[in-house]
């Protein structure tokens, strides 16, 4: 079958590879040119982390060891008090548990690599997609030399969270569609190597949780780490001239900002991006002409606090995969199958949401730090019957819907088992009582207060 997939992005380069596999022909379309011979663009984050469900989906294509031999493990967080003071808090009781730093451009540039070694894969580079007509297949495209034109029965949107695809199905009668941004930017900064060594612990992402707002830094190949300020977006308006930004960051991240040589230069010239959330649905439609589906941001786009927008597209494709198992390789069957994918995402967009709360205010907490250490020694007491939210999330490829019900049903066993607990030493303390000859839950007459 001849396939069209709308963007050479992370999700849409793996999709390629999976469906190659499959000897389906792939033609992918990318308005920008390509990064291997321009380099990447800049302004998008320029590492991400990448945990089990991306790395389970490049494993299925045999570009998992490719892919990680560049990448930084992190096994936890280390949260950055205002006083210079650190804390590390492992993601998983199991210590050899890491998500990993990845550059994206890279992973972009391997992706595309393993894409276009495929046979029946090209990329089409500098074609902007400009329009779609389902009724009919054709596609038209910007491109440096003037408009272009192709027609498909199979067309993939993988162009992103501000979709051209999504942009035309949701302009059909049934789709519903709804985006909904943060009051929060980011913006990235970087703190250099020093002498060519990394100069914050290099196995951490780092946190500095400042109530209403955090930064956050991730550990790059060449010992330089890429932070990212998530503040309200009237705080970035606020911090107008270099000497205001300089006494800032004295002033609240203190420890990183002697790292940062260039910080003003940085802030005053990296862009604030926009984080949002969207959903459609449904993500496809068939006419006799021409399927059209979406997978990837072009479907869900999410907040990245949990770090999985590129794992759940990376797992999209891998349920894609699925889903044409189970119709035969029939492309307007298995896009309706893949429909059941929004339970998951759904989830996933909810506790990234919640998660951003978690990571700038709760993390520096002494509760938040007692509770994640009895977690991680539930895990070890009860392995296999009791598992964070976070293992689950990040360690485990349990699909995302699946993850909320164990969790909600480890509570319930959990609160009930603490009742339990209590009625049970309630029960000893009054048999011990009565052994004695007291009353259980008052004073007897022998007592002397
Ligand atoms: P994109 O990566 O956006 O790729 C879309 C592609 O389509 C691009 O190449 C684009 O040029 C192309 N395109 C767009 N429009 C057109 C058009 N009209 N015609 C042709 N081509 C087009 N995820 C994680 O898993 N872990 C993280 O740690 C993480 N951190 C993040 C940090 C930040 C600050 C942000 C913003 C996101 C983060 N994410 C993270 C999310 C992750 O970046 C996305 O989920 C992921 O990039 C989605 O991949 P995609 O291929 O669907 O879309």
């Not at 999976?18 to 663009?41: C, I, K, M």
């Not at 949002?276 to 606090?305: E, K, N, Q, S, Y």
Request: aromatic share 8%; proline share 5%.
């Amino acid at each position: 079958m001849e396939v069209t997939i709308v963007g050479a992005g992370l999700v849409g380069c793996l999709l390629a590879c999976f469906l190659a596999r499959r000897s389906h022909r792939v033609t992918l379309y990318e308005r920008r040119q390509d990064p291997r011979e321009r380099g990447a663009d800049r302004g998008r984050s320029i590492n991400l982390a990448i945990s089990e469900r991306g790395i389970d989906a490049l494993r299925r294509v045999g570009l998992d060891r490719e892919v990680l031999k560049d990448a930084i493990p992190m096994p936890g967080r280390m949260m950055h008090a205002l006083d210079g003071g650190l804390t590390f808090q492992p993601y998983s009781a199991d210590h050899r548990q890491a998500i990993n730093s990845i550059g994206r451009a890279e992973l972009n540039m391997k992706l595309l690599d393993a894409a276009t070694a495929l046979p029946g894969v090209e990329v089409r580079f500098g074609h902007r997609l400009t329009g779609l007509d389902e009724r009919t297949g054709r596609l038209t495209f910007e491109t440096e030399t003037g408009p272009g034109e192709a027609r498909a029965r199979v067309v993939i949107g993988a162009d992103g969270a501000f979709s051209a695809v999504r942009a035309r199905l949701q302009a059909l009668p049934g789709v519903s569609f709804s985006q909904s941004y943060l009051d929060y930017g980011y913006k990235e900064l970087t703190i250099p190597a020093r002498g060519g060594a990394f100069a914050l612990e290099r196995g951490a992402l780092h946190i500095w949780p400042r109530g209403a707002s955090m930064m956050i830094a991730l550990p790059n190949p060449d010992g330089s780490f890429t932070c990212t300020l998530f503040w309200p977006h009237r705080a970035f308006a606020e911090l107008g001239d270099p000497a205001r930004v300089r006494e800032h960051f004295a002033e609240h991240y203190p420890d990183a900002s002697a790292l940062m040589p260039d910080l003003a230069a940085d802030f005053a010239a990296n862009p604030v991006g926009h984080l949002v959330t969207m959903r459609c649905d449904p993500w496809h439609v068939t006419t006799d002409a021409a399927v059209v589906g979406l997978v990837g941001d072009a479907a869900h786009a999410i907040v990245p606090f949990y770090g999985q927008g590129a794992n759940c597209g990376f797992e999209d494709c891998v349920e894609l995969d699925r889903c044409l198992d189970e119709t035969g390789d029939d492309f307007a069957g298995a896009l309706a199958l893949f429909e059941r994918r929004r339970a998951d995402t759904d989830v996933i967009a909810r506790l990234a949401l919640a998660n951003f709360v978690e990571m700038r205010d709760k993390v520096g907490s002494r509760m938040f730090l007692a509770g994640k250490r009895l977690e991680h020694a539930l895990e070890r007491a009860l392995p296999g019957r009791y598992a964070s939210r976070y293992e689950l999330v990040s360690f485990s490829t349990t699909p995302y819907a699946e993850v909320e019900r164990r969790v909600a049903r480890q509570r319930g066993w959990a609160a009930g088992g603490l009742l339990l607990g209590a009625a049970g030493l309630a029960g000893l303390a009054g048999l011990g009582m009565m052994a004695r000859g007291r009353r259980p839950g008052g004073l007897d007459k022998t007592d002397n207060p």
